[in-house]
C-alpha cells in the first residue's frame, strides 16, 4: 500500500503499478469478506483454500514497495526518508490505530488486559487483524540504505539468499521464537520473514524489467498458473508436509511474478483508464484503513438479526464484497478531499477525485 510518489528520488508514475494496486486492495477486502464464513462453515477446509488462493494481495502491495523503494538506487539522505515515510504512512496508521484500539476496548471481553498490551499492539499492528502491513513495512524502511545498494549490487544472489533463508533456516527460528519470545513478537518477525522475500523480489524485478522482452512479459499466465496450481496443491494437503515451506514461498513467488508481469503486458491499454487506474490507486491506502469498519458493521447487523445462515447463501459474500468495497472507496475519496482529513488516506488536500 504504499504510495508511488514518495520515494528516494522522483520518478515518473508507473500504470501498471497503479493497476496492481487496485487490483491487490480489492482482493485485500475479497479475504476480509470471506472472514464471517468461518463461523458457520461446517468445513473449515473451504476458507482455507479461498484464503490461501486469495492470499496474493499482501505480497503484492510489498513486491510493489520493492520495485518502488528498493528497486530504485539509493541516493536520498535517511533521516529526510524516515521523516517522509513517517509523515504520509506513520501518522494515518497512528490515527487509525487508535480508531480500531477503541473499538477493540469497546468490544473486548477484558478491556483492561487489552488496554495493558495497547503499546505493543501499536508498535506491532496487532490492534486489528489487517494493521500489521504497516509496523512490518517500517521495519524493511529502516534498512532501506543498506538493502537497496546490497540488491543493486547483487540482485540475484540477493534474492535467492533471501529464499533460502526463507525455506531452509527460517522454520526452526519460528519454532524456537514461537516457544520462547513473546507472542506479539513472534508474530511480527514472522510477518518480516514471509515478507522479506516479496519485496526483494519486487526490487530485483524493477532491475530487470527494462531488459525484460516483450515476450516474457506476454507469457504471464504461465507463472501465474503455475503458482496458483502450487498453491492449490498445497491448500488440498497433495503436497507433502516437508514441502510446505518452499511451496508456499516458491508459489507465491512465482503468482506475484505472473501478476506483475501480465500488469505490465496490458500497460497499452492503460492510457484511456488513466484517471481512474490512479484514483483508485491513489485511494487504497485510505479503502485499506477503513473497509474493516464496514465489515465489522456488517456482521455485527447480521448477527443481531439472527441471520447468521445468510452468509451461506452464494451471493451474500460477492454483495457485501461490492458494497463494502463501494462504500470504503466513497469514504476515502470523502476523507481524500478534505483540507484537515486528506492526510488520513496519505493523500494532498483535494486529492482524490
Not at 491448500?235 to 507433502?240: F, I, K
Not at 505472473?258 to 481512474?276: H, I, K, P, T, V
Not at 454483495?319 to 463494502?324: E, L, V
Amino acid at each position: 500500500m504504499d504510495h508511488t510518489t514518495d520515494i528516494p528520488e522522483p520518478r515518473r508514475r508507473v500504470l501498471a503499478y497503479d493497476a496492481l494496486r487496485a487490483f491487490s486492495i480489492l482482493s485485500v477486502v475479497a479475504i476480509h469478506c470471506f472472514m464471517p464464513l468461518r463461523g458457520v462453515l461446517p468445513d473449515t477446509s473451504v476458507q482455507l483454500l479461498i484464503d490461501d488462493l486469495l492470499h496474493y494481495a499482501v505480497p503484492v502491495f510489498v513486491f510493489i514497495s520493492g520495485a518502488l523503494v528498493w528497486g530504485r538506487p539509493w541516493r536520498g539522505a535517511f533521516a529526510r526518508f524516515i521523516t517522509g515515510r513517517m509523515r504520509a504512512v506513520g501518522a494515518p496508521y497512528l490515527a487509525w490505530a487508535l480508531v480500531f484500539l477503541a473499538v477493540l476496548l469497546l468490544t473486548a471481553r477484558d478491556p483492561a488486559a487489552q488496554l495493558v498490551r495497547a503499546p505493543w499492539l501499536l508498535l506491532t499492528g496487532h490492534v486489528w487483524y489487517h494493521l500489521y502491513f504497516v509496523p512490518m513495512l517500517f521495519g524493511f524502511y529502516l534498512i532501506t540504505p543498506i538493502a537497496a545498494r546490497v540488491v543493486h549490487r547483487w540482485p540475484v544472489a540477493t534474492l535467492l539468499t533471501v529464499y533460502a533463508v526463507r525455506i531452509g533456516l527460517w522454520p526452526a527460528v519460528s519454532a524456537w521464537l514461537r516457544a520462547n519470545a513473546p507472542e506479539l513478537a513472534w508474530s511480527y518477525a514472522t510477518h518480516l520473514a514471509t515478507h522479506l522475500p516479496h519485496m526483494v523480489l519486487g526490487a530485483c524485478f524493477a532491475i530487470a524489467l527494462p531488459r525484460v522482452p516483450r515476450w516474457v512479459l506476454s507469457a504471464w499466465p504461465i507463472p501465474l498458473a503455475g503458482g496458483t496450481a502450487i498453491m492449490l496443491a498445497r491448500s488440498l494437503g497433495a503436497l507433502p508436509p516437508a514441502a510446505g515451506p518452499a511451496a508456499y514461498a516458491l508459489g507465491m513467488a512465482a503468482t506475484v511474478v505472473g501478476l506483475a508481469l501480465g500488469a505490465f503486458a496490458l500497460e497499452s491499454l492503460y492510457d484511456r483508464f488513466e484517471r481512474m487506474l490512479v484514483a483508485g490507486a491513489s485511494l487504497s491506502f485510505g479503502v485499506y484503513f477503513v473497509h474493516p469498519l464496514w465489515l465489522l458493521a456488517l456482521e455485527r447487523t447480521v448477527t443481531a438479526l439472527g441471520a447468521d445462515a445468510l452468509w451461506l447463501i452464494w451471493w451474500t459474500v460477492p454483495a457485501a464484497w461490492a458494497a463494502i468495497a463501494a462504500a470504503s472507496y466513497m469514504c476515502a475519496a470523502l476523507l481524500a478531499r478534505g483540507r484537515h482529513t486528506a492526510w488520513l488516506v496519505g493523500a494532498r488536500a483535494g486529492a482524490g477525485g
